[in-house]
T-cell receptor
């Protein structure tokens, strides 16, 4: 069966520190992978998506970046965190252009 | 630009009191409309996909319907475990990556 793993679940980081959030998918090949951000009281905001290894499309040009070093691995990074990066980050996957996403359990990031 | 508006923002029901959540949308050609359930501190859980006006789908106490302008999530005889935030999202036919989410309806079911 297909599963998605996202870690860590919670993270507290100082302003200016680097960030690395990881997401892996099991049980499927060549998934479309997504990073979303969800702020309180707001809809999910698409940050990045990838349809293949090394291919990244950015929807929100900020101090965040994404990479896909392997078929089922998606990484969200930042070189220097800002206070405004505090949010709930979600990884998701689909296969092709089909049905709804399967989301990971999310990472609550607090920048202090 | 695609838009999704959900109402009400919050809904409080007594156990067994049926109601409906609304999702109004504008999209440049609908590829699919999705409903998700999200519990606090967790990722959204996929419930339904609707593809065309008139389509209906059911799962336990939930029933989703679709028209050309909106979708409804009907909750029949809800239980406290149905308490969650329900999210609606749309995918346009031209850009299957460009899913737009609403801000959700927070449902609380009181025993």
């Amino acid at each position: 069966s297909q599963t998605i793993h996202q870690w860590p679940a919670t993270l507290v980081q100082p302003v200016g520190s680097p960030l690395s959030l990881e997401c892996t998918v099991e049980g499927t090949s060549n998934p479309n992978l997504y990073w979303y951000r969800q702020a309180a009281g707001r809809g999910l905001q698409l940050l990045f998506y990838s349809v293949g290894i090394g291919q990244i499309s950015s929807e929100v040009p900020q101090n965040l970046s994404a990479s896909r070093p392997q078929d089922r691995q998606f990484i969200l990074s930042s070189k220097k965190l800002l206070l405004s990066d505090s949010s709930f980050y979600l990884c998701a996957w689909t296969v092709g252009g089909g049905d709804g996403y399967t989301f990971g359990s999310g990472t609550r990031l607090t920048v202090v | 630009e695609d838009q999704v508006t959900q109402s009400p923002e919050a809904l409080r029901l007594q156990e067994g009191e049926s109601s409906s959540l609304n999702c109004s949308y504008t999209v440049s050609g609908l590829r699919g409309l999705f409903w998700y359930r999200q519990d606090p501190g967790k990722g959204p859980e996929f419930l339904f996909t609707l593809y065309s006006a008139g389509e209906e789908k059911e799962k336990e106490r939930l029933k989703a319907t679709l028209t050309k302008k909106e979708s409804f999530l009907h909750i029949t005889a809800p239980k406290p475990e149905d308490s969650a935030t329900y999210l609606c999202a749309v995918r346009p036919s031209g850009g299957y990556q460009k899913v737009t989410f609403g801000t959700g309806t927070k449902l609380q079911v009181i025993p």
